[in-house]
C-alpha cells in the first residue's frame, strides 16, 4: 500500500490550486511543501502531475503577486525545488517541467506554451521573459549501446539566463548554458553556447549578432 504523504500547504484561506496540489500529493504519496502568498493569483484549473518514492519533498513557492494562468502544467517529480517569484506571469499552456531546482527570482513572464525542463538547475534572472513556445532545458538524453535505451542515458548541466533578458518566440537554451544580463535571444533561435552580457544573439546555432543591444529603434 502506497504510504500516505506528509504535506504542508502554508496559504491563507481556502485557496483552490492550493487544495489541488495536496490531493494531488496525497494520491501520489509524495511530500509536498506548498506555500503560495496570499495575494498570488492561481487558477485552479492547472494541471497537477506528482510523482516519485515518497523520499524528498516536492518543494514549491508562489510568491507576492504572481499569476498563474488556467492550463499550466505542474510536472513535479520529488526532489523538486520551484521558485515563481513575485510578480511573476506564467501563461496558459507552459509546462513546467522539474525534477531538480527551478527559480524565477522576480517579475518573469512565461509566454503561451513555453516550456521549462529542470533536472539540474535552472535559473531566470529578474525581469527576463519567454515569448510563445520558447524551450529551455537543462539536460540532453545520447545513446551508447544498441539494447540501451537512450532516454535512461541523461547529461545534466545547469542554465543561469541573467536580468532583463527575452528568450523569444520558438527559440530554445539548450543544457549548459549561461546568459548575461540584458540579452536578446531571436525568435527561431537555438543557444547551445554562453552568451555576453548586452548582446542580440541568433540563428541555429546562435551566434551574436549585434553587441550593446537594446531592442529600441536604430540600436
Known sequence: MRAKARVAVRIAG???????????ALYAGVPL???????????????????????????LRIG????VEPGVVFRLTDGADVTIG??????????????GTLTLVRQNMISWYSTIHC????????????SEQATIVDST?????????GYENTLISHVAIGD?????????VLHGVEIGDDV???????????????????????RVLAENYSGAPGS
Open 119 to 130: 533536472a539540474g538547475s535552472v535559473v531566470l534572472g529578474d525581469q527576463t521573459g519567454l
Open 33 to 59: 511543501e506548498l506555500d503560495i502568498h496570499p495575494s498570488a493569483r492561481v487558477s485552479g484549473r492547472i494541471v497537477i502531475q506528482l510523482w516519485g518514492w515518497g523520499n524528498t519533498p516536492i518543494r
Open 64 to 67: 507576492e503577486g504572481a499569476i
Open 164 to 172: 532583463r533578458c527575452w528568450i523569444a518566440a520558438k527559440a530554445a
Open 184 to 206: 536578446v535571444v531571436a525568435a527561431g533561435s537555438v543557444v547551445t553556447k554562453n552568451l555576453p552580457v548586452g548582446v542580440l544573439a541568433g540563428g541555429i546555432p546562435a
Open 86 to 99: 513575485p510578480l511573476s506571469l506564467i501563461r496558459r499552456g507552459v509546462v513546467l517541467n522539474a525534477s
Open 141 to 149: 538524453h545520447y545513446r551508447t549501446t544498441p539494447d540501451k535505451y
Open 14 to 24: 481556502n485557496n483552490v490550486a492550493a487544495q489541488r496540489f495536496r490531493a494531488a
